[in-house]
Structures are given as structure tokens and as C-alpha cells.
């Protein structure tokens, strides 16, 4: 059973669930928008907040931090290029859109996810 267990599986296990994120999170970044599951669009809203907020600080060590989370291009666009848009925004720094068009195949909720312009 799982009774308060936290956090989304996404049928896959530790170290594929951690990489399939770093992907969204990557592709997010580079993008600045990307069209995902809700579900899917949720957990990478909440992990990629945490990311922005750390590279605010500005700081050698939370870049250092980003660099070991995310590929080099993604977290340096992250740290030089989208971090400084926010510095006054004390949160909130993404917007979760449900789209009216359900996929396809199995009829699952899309959800449009993306930095919000400042």
C-alpha cells in the first residue's frame, strides 16, 4: 500500500525516473516551453522552481550545484540567461496551461508548461 507516500513513479524505476527528469528539465530550459502530460508537467514544474530559485543566489556553489544536476548547456542558460529575469520574483517562476486537446492514443491530459515572461 501506498499511504503517504509522496511523489510520482512514472512506472519506471530510481535512476531512469531521475534521468527522465533531467531530460524534461533540460528540454524545458533550452525551449523555454514544452507540451507534456499533466502529471508529467506537476512534478517538473515543482523540481524546476527549486533549480531557479537556486541559481539565483548567483553564486560559485550553486552553479557548481546546477552543473552536477544538468548538462553543461542547460545550466548555464539556466544560471546566466533565466535566473537573472527572476531576481525580484520571490517564486512562481513557471505557468502549467492545460490544453482543451486530450492525446491521441490513450486520451491522457496535456498540459503546456513555460516560463513566465517577466
Not at 531512469?16 to 516551453?33: D, E, Y
Not at 524546476?48 to 557548481?64: D, F, I, M, P
Amino acid at each position: 500500500m501506498r499511504h503517504l507516500k509522496k511523489g510520482k513513479k512514472f512506472g519506471r524505476e530510481k535512476g531512469q525516473r531521475k534521468a527522465f527528469l533531467r531530460s524534461l528539465i533540460s528540454n524545458l530550459i533550452l525551449k523555454g516551453k514544452i507540451v507534456t502530460t499533466q502529471s508529467r508537467a506537476k512534478v517538473l514544474k515543482s523540481q524546476a522552481e527549486k533549480l531557479v530559485t537556486l541559481a539565483k543566489k548567483q553564486n560559485l556553489a550553486s552553479l557548481r550545484i546546477l552543473l552536477s544536476r544538468l548538462p553543461k548547456q542547460p545550466a548555464q542558460k539556466l544560471y546566466y540567461e533565466i535566473a537573472p529575469r527572476f531576481l525580484e520574483r520571490p517564486g512562481g517562476y513557471l505557468t502549467v496551461t492545460n490544453l482543451s486537446k486530450r492525446r491521441k492514443g490513450d486520451g491522457v491530459q496535456m498540459s503546456r508548461i513555460e516560463f513566465v515572461n517577466k
